[in-house]
T-cell receptor, first 113, second 120 residues
Framework: KQEVTQIPAALSVPEGENLVLNCSFT??????LQWFRQDPGKGLTSLLL?????REQTSGRLNASLDKSSGRSTLYIAASQPGDSATYLC????????????FGTGTSLTVIP | GAVVSQHPSRVICKSGTSVKIECRSL??????MFWYRQFPKQSLMLMAT?????????EQGVEKDKFLINHASLTLSTLTVTSAHPEDSSFYIC????????????????FGPGTRLTVT
């Protein structure tokens, strides 16, 4: 069964700093990987989706990379802002029957003004 | 873009009662929907896969008689928590898979906003 781990579990940075969130998964046979943002008590907001054939995706200040062979993905946030404070989840789609996502443990990010 | 709604967003019920949560795909048809559960400060755990017109597939450890799932149409799946207990209090999130054109594998899923269930 796929296991997804995110490091660090919590991160606190001053505003304006660039930061990297890490996601690792045990089974490299994935179809895609998705990064989500979750605000306290709220649902999920999709940030970036990377197909297994892709190496990275960019959206605004966010850049997600994927190294499928090593079972790793990173989410890079440039010029962090207080509004970026949230929990970031990565989720792996194994691509087999069912297509459910396996979620990581999350990284709680706090950007200090 | 694809939108998934959930109703209600919050519900408080008494122990022993049943609660129904709806998940709707608003602008697309979803043959497959998923129900997840999230405990405080933990990640999402898949409970079951809901397929339109057939029985749901439950993950190991999830009581199918307690968590009843019905996917009666291509835009609606419901989760009913029967005989609720305080330990059922949690955040329940559904997702719907956007149909694809190539074997149905791995297409982006859209998540609902979640339902906070509190059992007193």
């Amino acid at each position: 069964k796929q296991e997804v781990t995110q490091i660090p579990a919590a991160l606190s940075v001053p505003e304006g700093e660039n930061l990297v969130l890490n996601c690792s998964f045990t089974d490299s046979a994935i179809y895609n990987l998705q990064w989500f943002r979750q605000d306290p008590g709220k649902g999920l907001t999709s940030l970036l989706l990377i197909q297994s054939s892709q190496r990275e995706q960019t959206s605004g200040r966010l850049n997600a990379s994927l190294d499928k062979s090593s079972g790793r993905s990173t989410l890079y946030i440039a010029a962090s802002q207080p509004g970026d404070s949230a929990t970031y989840l990565c989720a792996v789609n194994p691509g087999y029957t069912g297509n459910q996502f396996y979620f990581g443990t999350g990284t709680s990010l706090t950007v200090i003004p | 873009g694809a939108v998934v709604s959930q109703h209600p967003s919050r519900v408080i019920c008494k122990s022993g009662t049943s609660v129904k949560i709806e998940c709707r795909s608003l602008d697309f048809q979803a043959t497959t929907m998923f129900w997840y559960r999230q405990f405080p400060k933990q990640s999402l755990m898949l409970m079951a896969t809901s397929n339109e017109g057939s029985k749901a597939t439950y993950e190991q450890g999830v009581e199918k008689d307690k968590f009843l799932i019905n996917h009666a149409s291509l835009t609606l799946s419901t989760l009913t928590v029967t005989s609720a207990h305080p330990e059922d209090s949690s955040f329940y999130i559904c997702s719907a898979k956007l149909p694809g054109t190539s074997g149905g594998y791995g297409y982006e899923q859209y998540f609902g906003p979640g339902t906070r269930l509190t059992v007193t």
